[in-house]
Each structure stands twice: as structure tokens, then as C-alpha cells.
């Protein structure tokens, strides 16, 4: 018995192993990818997951193999939440297994597991911020969490990568401008802040909803230069010119 447990689970390793294979023929993936399918175990569905994490060197292959996984895994349900939170812990890249989290979870255990993320990722440096951008964006299009997900892109206005920055910033642009505002202002105004992009991204957000700048609005016009010479404060608010 127990050797013929050691020998399935070899066997479902040895299709995993041909499942993310780049290098392999399509043919040979796709076979791979159905005895997962018909596996259907935990460790199975997590093979699947796995096939998210690489890349072949035919684009319309690889978006084929990766658009039919997430359709598999799917019509598998919450079944797929324990293995989706598996990889999710430690993938580089998180966007197709978001895909699923939206399709298969209730809005409560999709913030579960975004919250999970969100504290292994805290805003600040990372070597590769793939992770945040990508749950990022998918919390901005991710409809059905809002309002619920501007408070936690927030934070990420400050982080090290200006990529993560201006992602947020797109990310809360149509959020309640009295949550965002100060959060924004402030970010535009920190000391350290060397991005013009960052910068004009977030005075274009705080012009469209005409956020009162306040007592801040004289430290905001030395600002207005380079990408942003297109504003000026006007009225206690930044304007468009």
C-alpha cells in the first residue's frame, strides 16, 4: 500500500514535471495537462497552477495552455481555493491564479486571500515587484471587491518601485477622493519622491476631483515643474492648464 502511494505520487510528479515543461512539445504538455485535469487532487490542481509559472517560446501556445487552465481549473469550483492558495504564497507571478480567485470565490475569501498577499507584500523595496503589480491591477478591475480594495492599494503610493506607485495611483483614481486625497497629496510632496511620472499621474487624480489642498497648496507649487509644469494651483486646488 504504502509503495503504491510513493508510485502515484511519483507518477503525478513526473506529469507536473511534463505539464510545465517550456522546452516540451505542445503535444506532450497538452497530455500532461489533461491527466491533471482528470486527476483532480489537490496535488493535482496544484500541478496546474504551476503551469501559470512558466513561459514557452510560442506566445499563442503558451496564452492557449494558460487561458485552457484557468477554464480547468475554474469549472473545478472551491475545490481549487486550497491549491490556489498554495501557489499563491510563493509565485513570482500572480495574475492568471487572481483569474481564477475571481471566478471560483465568494467576495470574502478572494479578500481573504488578497490580504494574505498584501501582508507579505508591506509597501517598500523588493528586487522584483511583479507580485504587487500584478495584484495591483487585478484589484482595479476586480469590480466586484470595490470599494473594498482602494484601502488596500493605498498604501502602495509609497512604495520603493515607481512602477508599484503609479499602479496604485491609477488604481484608486476613482475612489472616494476623501479617503485618497491626503494619502495622495502627501505622497506627491514626500521629500524623497524623484518620479515626474509619479508625480503627474498623481496631480492629474487630484485636479479631476478637485481635492482642497489647504494648507498644503503652497508646498505643492514648487512641485509644478518638468511633467507637471502642465498644473498650477488655482483657488486652493490643482487645475489642468
Known sequence: ??????????????????????????A????????LREDGSDDALFGLFKRFAVTSGNQVEDQQEKTWTVDVIVAKGPAALGPLRRYIKSAAHISYALQ???RVATTEQALEVVDTIVAAEAPG???????????????????????DVFTRI??????????????????????????????????????????????????EVLAAKKFALGDKAGAVAP???????????????????
Do not use: C
Request: net charge neutral; proline share 5%.
Open 1 to 26: 500500500m504504502v509503495f503504491g502511494l510513493f508510485s502515484k505520487e511519483k507518477s503525478l510528479q513526473r506529469t507536473i514535471e511534463k505539464a510545465t515543461n517550456k522546452l516540451a512539445q505542445q
Open 28 to 35: 506532450d504538455r497538452w497530455a500532461a495537462l489533461e491527466k
Open 100 to 102: 481564477v480567485l475571481e
Open 125 to 147: 523595496y523588493t528586487r522584483d515587484p511583479e507580485r504587487r503589480l500584478d495584484l495591483i491591477r487585478w484589484m482595479s478591475e476586480w469590480k466586484a471587491g470595490h470599494p
Open 154 to 203: 493605498l498604501p502602495y503610493v509609497t512604495d520603493f518601485d515607481q512602477n508599484v506607485r503609479v499602479a496604485a495611483t491609477d488604481g484608486i483614481a476613482d475612489a472616494d477622493i476623501g479617503l485618497t486625497g491626503p494619502v495622495l497629496l502627501a505622497a506627491f510632496l514626500r521629500p524623497e519622491e524623484e518620479s515626474g511620472r509619479f508625480r503627474r499621474r498623481v496631480a
Open 223 to 241: 512641485h509644478l515643474v518638468g511633467p507637471v509644469s502642465g498644473f498650477a494651483v488655482d483657488g486652493g486646488v490643482l487645475i489642468q492648464r
